[in-house]
């Protein structure tokens, strides 16, 4: 399930005002495992369902009294256990969904847009230039206007796993087609277990990539990079930084301000 709040003084309080199940639902589609919002329209990723996973696509037309179910978006070459919908993002007219495990794990994202309502919309698939088994590229994806971000934490060369990595890409034609524009990886401090690219966010010019793994013994940190060439500006770590702490495992970017969770944290 998802669950929606809402709030009406300011963020002072929230209130939850719905629940929401697939309509098709069943055992083990893992609904709920990712979830965006934009506006009024909510999308959330369900990526045990059918054959390799689906999305569904929410929307209220009362100000959030109530939502209703208006599309369920899987992809169109969908193969068992791609988790499609591991991610989701959406802005606007366009959805982006992540499925980390498609072709022995190099993973894939799909790009859907529409023109109005989604009964009807186009879809487009990016893959990583250098893409490579068990890369895990869609395992966190994010976007922003015309630019995506996608993480693949997992970067795989030889036996070995290397930092990780994201993707940036962006479209000129308003959405007909999308090209990689830089390739982003940590610049300082790294090491191979770093998990670069496990949760990403964007927000105008600034990308923000969590990498779990950081600074060895799992401290984690978040990188915050420029869309336009991949440079990183600034890495930001938990204050004090532990061992197992695993910051970065989540990430969110809005204008001035990064939030980014470390579920391993346990001074409190």
């Known amino acids: 399930s998802a669950y929606v709040f809402r709030t009406s003084d300011g963020g002072a309080t929230y209130v939850e005002v719905a629940k929401l199940t697939a309509a098709d639902a069943a055992a083990y589609d893992e609904f709920g495992r990712s979830v965006a919002i934009d506006g009024d329209t909510i999308v959330i990723g369900a990526y045990g369902a059918g054959a390799g996973g689906a999305v569904y696509v929410f929307r209220t037309s009362n100000g959030g009294a109530t939502y209703d ?14 988790r499609f919908g591991h991610s989701v993002a959406v802005d606007g007219n366009t959805i982006v969904v992540g499925a980390d495990k ?23 698939k990016l893959t990583a230039s250098d893409a490579a088994a068990n890369d895990h590229f869609g395992r966190s994806v994010a976007i922003n206007g015309n630019a995506i971000v996608a993480g693949a934490s997992q970067y795989w060369r030889g036996d070995a796993i290397v930092s990780g990595h994201a993707y940036i890409f962006g479209t000129n034609d308003d959405g007909a087609t999308y090209i990689q524009v830089a390739k982003a990886s940590c610049q300082s401090g790294c090491s191979d277990l ?5 949760s990403v966010g964007i927000s105008n010019d600034r990308v ?7 600074d060895n013994g799992n401290h ?4 915050v990079l420029r869309t336009t060439d991949g ?4 890495k930001l770590k938990g204050s004090p930084a532990q061992a197992n702490d695993w910051c970065g495992t ?4 809005d204008g001035n301000r990064i939030v ?9």
């Open 69 to 82: 179910e208006v599309a369920k978006l899987t992809a169109s070459d969908a193969a068992t256990a791609d």
């Open 260 to 268: 980014f969770g470390c579920p391993g944290e346990d001074d409190g």
């Open 220 to 223: 984690g940190a978040a990188y």
């Open 194 to 198: 770093d998990q670069f690219g496990e």
């Open 102 to 124: 498609d072709n022995s794990n190099r993973g894939s994202v799909y790009v859907f847009r529409t023109s109005g309502g989604w009964t009807t919309h186009t879809e487009f």
């Open 208 to 214: 923000v990539i969590g990498g779990q793994g950081a």
């Open 231 to 234: 440079d990183q500006v600034a």
């Open 250 to 253: 989540s990430v969110a970017i």
